[in-house]
C-alpha cells in the first residue's frame, strides 16, 4: 500500500516536528484552562435548571463542550501552518518526488488528532479532581469523536489554506468560519438555554450533534441515540471535508 | 535529455479590477544533452524560474511540448518526476529538523526503504561534506552550508536530471567555488544539470551550454565560447563628451567595422575584426572630424556583449 506508506512518512516527519517545538501543544491548552478556571464557576447558577446545581455537574456539562471547541478551534487554524511550509518551501520539495498528495494531506492532518488527543488528556486530567467522572468505555467513545471532530477542522483549515495564500484574509476567513459554528453548536453555553429558533438552526451545525454526544458520553448515557448520531453525522462530514481537500491537494499540489 | 519545443507560460494579474495577462515564457526551444551543465541565463524576470518550474512538473505549460529524461512533461509527469531532482532558489528545509533526517525523508518520498535511506543519507552527508554538521539542526547552518544540504537533498535519489534554481546566488565567493566544484563533481558522474543565473562569470565558467533568455524567448543558445566567437573580432569601447551620436554616423560604414552603437551621448560601442589595427584608424576618423576622444578600450567579447548584441541592453544594468 503505497499510499499508506507515505501517510506513515508525513505523518512521523510532523510528528518529529511536534516533539520539537512542544510548546504549541501546550500554548493549545492555555486558553481552555482559563476558561475552565474562570468560565466555568459561572455557568453553575447558569446550569442549576439543567442538573442538580452542583459543580461537578457543571463541570459534566462544560467540559465536554470545550473539548469539541477545542478540537474545532485549534483544528480549523492549521491553516497557518501549512502557509508557512508553502512558502519556506517544504511543499514544493514534495511536489517534486512521486509521494502521493493524498498522504501530504492526511500525514498532517493525523498529526493534528494526535496534538488534539495529548490536550484533551491535559483536560480531562486537570478536571478530576474537581469531580468530572467518565468510563473508559465511554472515554474511547468521546475520543474517536473528537477524532473525527479534529480531521474535519483540519481538513477545511487545509483546503482554505490552499485557495487563500494571504495569511491576514486566511486569519479573517477563518474567523468568520469558526464563530457561528461555535455559537451555533453550545460548545461555551448548552443550547438546551437557547430559544427553539436557534435550536432549530443548531441542528443544520454537525458540531452541535457532536457536542452533544459528548455530553451524553460525558453523563456516562452512552446508550443515548444522540451518541451513535453524532458519531455518523461526523464520520460523514469528516469524509466529506477530507475528500475536498485531498482533491484540492492533489490539484494544486498536482 | 530535455528537448523543448513552444514552451509557453502566461499568468493573470490583477491590478485595480483590470486583469492582464503576463507572457512569462513566449515560446521555448532548446535541447539539453546527457551529461552536461546547460546554463540558462538572463535577467531577473526573464523567464528562467518559470521555465525552470515547468520543466521540474511545478508548473503545467500554457503550450509547447517537451520531453525530460525520456518522458513527456504534458501527459507523464509522474515518469519525469522519477527521474528529476529539483533545487529551489530559497531551498526547502524545515529549521527544526537535522540535515540527515531531511535526507532520510527525501530519500523514503522517492520511495527507498528505511534502511537504505539511512545508508543514502550517510553517504550524502559524507559525499557533500556535512557530516560533521549532519546532526545539528538545519536553522543553524551557514548559507553555504544549507545551500549543501539542499543540493543534497536534490539528489539522493541519484536522479539524471539536476534542475537548480540560482544556486549560487547570496553566497560569498568560497562557498561560491565550491558549488562549482560540486555541480561539475555531478556532471563527471554522468547527471545532467540545468540550471538558472544571472550571473556572467557562472554562466562562462561553470556551463557548457547556455541558453540566453530575454522577456520570456531564447535569444541565443551555444557554448559559451561558440557565442562570444559569434559576434567575432573583438570590441572597442569609446569614450567621448557628447558627441557619440555624431561619431557613430561618422564611422558608419567603415570597411573595418562590423558594428556600432552609440550608448548613451558619451560612449560608443563598435565591434570590429580586429582591434589592434582598428584603434588608430578610429582616432584618425574621429579626430580627423574634430571629436575629442576621452578614453579608448580594447576587449575579447564578453557574454555581456553577446547579451548586448542580441538584446540591445547589457545584462548587467537589466
Known amino acids: 500500500m503505497k499510499v499508506s506508506r507515505d501517510v506513515w512518512i508525513v505523518f512521523q516527519r510532523h510528528l518529529l516536528l511536534m516533539v520539537r517545538s512542544p510548546l504549541w501543544v501546550f500554548l493549545g491548552v492555555a486558553q481552555p484552562v482559563v476558561y475552565m478556571a474562570l468560565f466555568a464557576p459561572l455557568l453553575k447558577p447558569a446550569l442549576s435548571s439543567l442538573d442538580n446545581g452542583s459543580m461537578a455537574a457543571a463541570y459534566r456539562i462544560y467540559i465536554p463542550g470545550m473539548l469539541v471547541a477545542l478540537a474545532l478551534g485549534g483544528g480549523l487554524y492549521v491553516g497557518f501552518g501549512l502557509l508557512a511550509e508553502l512558502s519556506s518551501g517544504v511543499i514544493e520539495r514534495a511536489r517534486v518526488t512521486p509521494i502521493s498528495r493524498i498522504a501530504l494531506l492526511l500525514g498532517r492532518a493525523l498529526r493534528d488528532v494526535v496534538t488534539l488527543a495529548i490536550q484533551a488528556a491535559i483536560i480531562i486530567l486537570l478536571s478530576l479532581p474537581l469531580g468530572l467522572f467518565v468510563h473508559v468505555g465511554d472515554l474511547l467513545l468521546a475520543y474517536a469523536l473528537l477524532a473525527l471532530i479534529s480531521l474535519t477542522s483540519s481538513a477545511i483549515s487545509y483546503g482554505i489554506a490552499l485557495k487563500i495564500s494571504n495569511a491576514g484574509v486566511l486569519g479573517q476567513v477563518i474567523n468568520n468560519l469558526a464563530q457561528p459554528l461555535m455559537l451555533l453548536s453550545g460548545t461555551l453555553l448548552p443550547l438546551a438555554l437557547a430559544p427553539l429558533w436557534l435550536r432549530r438552526v443548531a441542528d443544520w451545525n454537525p458540531f452541535s450533534w457532536a457536542v452533544s454526544g459528548m455530553r451524553a458520553l460525558f453523563a456516562g448515557h452512552a446508550a443515548d441515540a444522540v451518541v451513535w448520531q453524532s458519531i455518523v453525522i461526523m464520520a460523514g462530514i469528516a469524509v466529506l471535508t477530507l475528500a475536498w481537500s485531498a482533491r484540492l491537494f492533489t490539484r494544486s499540489v498536482r | ?318
Open chain 2, 1 to 318: 535529455m530535455i528537448e523543448a519545443k513552444g514552451l509557453r507560460k502566461s499568468f493573470q494579474t490583477r491590478r485595480r479590477r483590470k486583469t492582464a495577462v503576463v507572457e512569462a515564457v513566449a515560446g521555448v526551444d532548446l535541447k539539453v544533452a546527457e551529461g552536461e551543465i546547460f546554463g540558462f541565463l538572463g535577467p531577473n524576470g526573464a523567464g528562467k524560474t518559470t521555465t525552470l518550474r515547468m520543466f521540474a512538473t511545478l508548473l503545467s505549460p500554457d503550450d509547447g511540448e517537451a520531453r525530460v529524461a525520456g518522458a513527456d512533461l504534458r501527459t507523464e509527469p509522474a515518469r519525469v518526476r522519477r527521474s528529476i531532482g529539483y533545487v529551489a532558489q530559497g531551498g526547502g528545509t524545515w529549521d527544526d529538523v537535522t540535515a540527515r533526517q531531511e535526507l532520510v525523508l527525501q530519500a523514503r518520498m522517492h520511495g527507498i526503504g528505511k534502511a537504505a535511506a539511512q545508508e543514502r543519507a550517510a553517504a550524502a552527508l559524507e559525499a557533500f561534506n556535512l557530516t560533521e554538521y549532519g546532526d545539528r539542526n538545519c536553522k543553524t547552518y551557514s548559507g553555504g552550508q544549507r545551500r549543501r544540504v539542499d543540493i543534497a537533498l536534490g539528489v539522493i535519489h541519484q536522479p539524471k536530471v539536476l534542475f537548480l534554481d540560482e544556486p549560487t546566488s547570496g553566497l560569498d565567493p568560497q562557498s561560491r567555488a565550491h558549488m562549482w566544484d560540486l555541480v561539475r563533481k555531478l556532471r563527471d558522474e554522468g547527471m545532467t544539470v540545468f540550471l538558472t543565473t544571472h550571473y556572467l562569470d557562472e554562466a562562462d565558467a561553470l556551463c557548457d551550454r547556455i541558453a540566453i533568455i530575454d522577456h520570456g524567448e531564447v535569444v541565443a543558445e551555444d557554448t559559451p565560447d561558440a557565442l562570444k566567437r559569434a559576434i567575432s573580432g573583438d570590441v572597442v569601447t569609446v569614450g567621448l563628451t557628447g558627441t557619440a551620436q555624431k561619431a557613430a554616423e561618422l564611422l558608419t560604414g567603415q570597411p573595418y567595422l562590423r558594428s556600432v552603437e552609440a550608448r548613451d551621448d558619451d560612449e560608443l560601442r563598435l565591434t570590429v575584426e580586429a582591434g589592434q589595427t582598428a584603434i588608430p584608424q578610429v582616432m584618425r576618423t574621429l579626430e580627423g572630424a574634430g571629436i575629442e576622444l576621452s578614453t579608448i578600450e580594447l576587449h575579447r567579447p564578453t557574454l555581456d556583449d553577446v547579451f548586448l548584441t542580441k538584446t540591445g541592453r547589457s545584462l548587467r544594468e537589466s
